[in-house]
């Protein structure tokens, strides 16, 4: 998998590693790929993500910015591979807290895809965050049920193929039109991939009250999938407004994976916030 990941980045044009670093007793693995005059921006992927699977966004956005990848511990992906800090998926702040002046000295924007939005609101607010972008977030509200993603994740984990890889993807994106050009999903060797060589946690839920920093203050934009049937629009609407006194933008077109289902409009986000 590690093989797999490195032979991605070395694929994109232009991406630099940095020298491996060591936050809050972890191994990191940090990439940059060199953009635009914008302000750089500082991805934190969702659960079972990680940079590799992230480099097509990383692409597009560096027309506008320098983009910065960072792999989280515990996580499939370059970093270390431990467990974090057992059952407390708050704690995953205390990480990016000792990593980000370790990768920059000037203020980015700090965009967390899913599992990646708790790491961000768990974090202490810094100089070095100039605002956040939330991509269907996780901490502000505990996962919606659904009795179709459960048999979807179980047959993929007692039988990973490229065919239960693709079931379990239909129920996290929005539904898509019917063409050739769709029958494989870009993360559909990835997941296939992963789930013959790792074992996955559950979604977190809401962070605790200790575990949630205050941001207010801080130019926060919440935005989720017309179709993320995990965190919904209407699920997020009360928590973003009572938490971060933000609204909810709608990323039409897109389910739970809207970095990969609608790049473009995430680019949008990140150029124009909620606007």
Same mark, same amino acid.
């Given at each position: ?7 991605? @980045? ?12 060591? %936050? ?103 100089? @070095? ?8 977030? %996780? ?32 129920? @996290?994106?929005?539904?898509?039109? %019917? ?55 209407? @699920? ?21 994976? %809207? ?17």
């Amino acid at each position: 998998m590690r093989s797999w990941c490195e032979m991605e @980045l070395v694929g994109c044009p232009g991406m630099r590693p940095l020298p491996e670093l060591t %936050a809050d007793g972890r191994s990191t693995r940090v990439h940059v790929l060199e953009g635009g005059s914008g302000t750089p921006v500082l991805v934190l992927s969702g659960a079972v993500l990680n940079s590799a699977t992230l480099t097509g966004f990383a692409r597009l956005v560096a027309e506008d910015r320098t983009v910065i990848l960072a792999d989280m511990p515990g996580q499939p992906g370059l970093s270390s591979s431990r467990r974090v800090f057992g059952q407390r998926p708050g704690s995953y702040g205390l990480w990016l807290d000792a990593l980000l002046p370790q990768i920059t000295d000037r203020p980015v924007i700090l965009m967390g895809h899913a599992l990646g939005a708790v790491a961000a609101l768990s974090s202490l607010p810094s100089p @070095l965050v100039e605002r956040m972008l939330l991509v269907n977030p %996780a901490g502000l509200a505990d996962p919606l049920f659904s009795l179709e993603r459960r048999i979807a994740t179980g047959a993929w984990r007692l039988s990973p193929s490229e065919r239960t890889s693709a079931r379990l993807l239909e129920t @996290l994106c929005a539904p898509h039109r %019917a063409g050739p050009e769709h029958d494989s999903h870009p993360l559909q060797e990835w997941m296939t991939l992963m789930g013959r060589h790792c074992r996955t946690v559950p979604v977190p839920g809401m962070l605790r009250g200790e575990e949630f920093s205050d941001w207010h203050g801080v130019p926060v934009t919440v935005a989720t999938g017309s179709h993320d049937r995990v965190f919904s629009p209407s @699920l997020l609407h009360g928590a973003a407004r009572r938490l971060l006194d933000a609204n909810v933008h709608v990323i039409e077109g897109a389910g739970h994976l %809207a970095p990969y289902e609608e790049p473009e409009r995430v680019r949008d986000l990140l150029n124009h916030g909620g606007d």
